[in-house]
Each structure stands twice: as structure tokens, then as C-alpha cells.
């Protein structure tokens, strides 16, 4: 009796271990306008425009134009420009993205989705080519495009996409610049106070 007691306790014990490995945390929906950046992150220079809730016109083209795909419940943007020149040094626009899951699996799917379409022309959008996935949140892939001027003195344009996961959101930065004043190490350190105040919104 007491052996058989005994199995049925760790049997229990067991269970209990299987629900708290796949009990994932959650960011609430409520902490979603905290999850891109603020003008409190950038220094003065930097203006923000058309940001707020995301609406069906910031949904990006091809699979991800379905604002409920894989469970997604919202979704937050914030887009900053600052004066500039072809002798500007870093961005000039910047765009810091937030969508909100579910569930950690719906946002799983959601990366992969984006990361399997890079190099691919979505939309007027050039193909991106992809670059090493940096090491932010708990998944991330990154991927840049080079827009051509076609001459005329003008400057080609480089963009650098930062993506990843980090619980049951999927973030992004989208910043652009010109060719050779642009680097993906100032992209990452945007993408890095973002995923800052993700991880605050976590805890």
C-alpha cells in the first residue's frame, strides 16, 4: 500500500513538473505602448511622427498582412526622423515595432514566417539579404538592403532590419541611412535599448 501510495506521489510530483516546465511568461497586453521606443531613448535630434496603435496601413505586405496571424493580438509602432544630409553619420529614420501573441508559440511562428521570406522581393520592397542572427531576446535574425540611388551625385540608401522574440512578443528596428555613414552596430544598440524595456515589461 505504501509502495503504491509512493508511486502515485511521484506521479504527482511529475505532473506538476511537466505544467511548470511549459508554463511560459506572458507580457501583458497592457504594457503594450512600452515595448518600442520613446524619444526618452533617443537624444534631442530626433523627432517622432505617425506612431501609435498599429493600423491596417503598418501591416507589412505577404503573410504578415493578416492582423490576427498566429494569435497576434496588437501591436504598437513608433517612427522617428532627424535633419540630415549625405554627410550625416547614423540613421535617419527610424522605425521600432512591437506585436504582441498569445502565446510564446504564436510569436515563434511569427519570426519564422519573417525570417523565411527574407530574399525575397515583398511588395516595392527590395529583397533583403540576411546577416548573422545577433544575440538579443530569446531568438532574432537581422537582414539588410541596399536601395540604389541611380546616380546623380546622390547617396545610396542602406536599411538594416533587426528582428526577434522575446516571450510572446516579436519586436523589430527598421532604420535607414546613407551607404557607408550607416552601420549594423548602431542598429543593434537601438534594437538593445528597445529590447531594454521589453525585459522590464516582462518582469
Known amino acids: 500500500m505504501r509502495t503504491r501510495a509512493s508511486a502515485l506521489f511521484l506521479l504527482a510530483l511529475l505532473l506538476a513538473g511537466c505544467v511548470v516546465g511549459n508554463d511560459e511568461k506572458q507580457i501583458d497586453r497592457g504594457a503594450l ?4 521606443l520613446v524619444p526618452a531613448d533617443l537624444s534631442d535630434v530626433w523627432v517622432p511622427f505617425n506612431s501609435g496603435r ?7 505586405a ?3 498582412s493578416n492582423p490576427e496571424r498566429f494569435g497576434r493580438l496588437d501591436g504598437w509602432i513608433a517612427r522617428f526622423r532627424r535633419p ?23 510569436a515563434r511562428d ?14 516595392g520592397r527590395a529583397a ?14 537581422a537582414a539588410t538592403i541596399l536601395q540604389k ?3 546623380g551625385g546622390i547617396a545610396d540608401v542602406r536599411f538594416y532590419l533587426i528582428s526577434w522574440r522575446h516571450d510572446n512578443v516579436v519586436a ?26 521589453i525585459a522590464r515589461a516582462a518582469e
Do not use: Y
Not at 533583403?128 to 532574432?140: H, M, Q, S
Open 54 to 60: 498599429q493600423v491596417s496601413a503598418d501591416a507589412p
Open 33 to 36: 505602448s512600452t515595448l518600442v
Open 62 to 64: 505577404g503573410t504578415h
Open 84 to 106: 540630415g544630409s549625405q554627410q550625416t553619420t547614423g540613421p535617419l529614420v527610424i522605425e521600432s515595432r512591437a506585436d504582441l501573441f498569445e502565446s510564446a508559440s504564436g
Open 128 to 141: 533583403a539579404k540576411p546577416l548573422a542572427d545577433p544575440a538579443i531576446g530569446d531568438e532574432a535574425f
Open 149 to 151: 540611388s541611380g546616380g
Open 110 to 123: 511569427e519570426l519564422s514566417t519573417a525570417r523565411s521570406e527574407l530574399g525575397t522581393a515583398i511588395g
Open 172 to 197: 523589430s528596428i527598421f532604420v535607414n541611412g546613407f551607404e557607408r555613414k550607416l552601420t549594423f552596430p548602431q542598429a543593434l544598440d537601438l534594437a538593445r535599448a528597445q529590447e531594454r524595456r
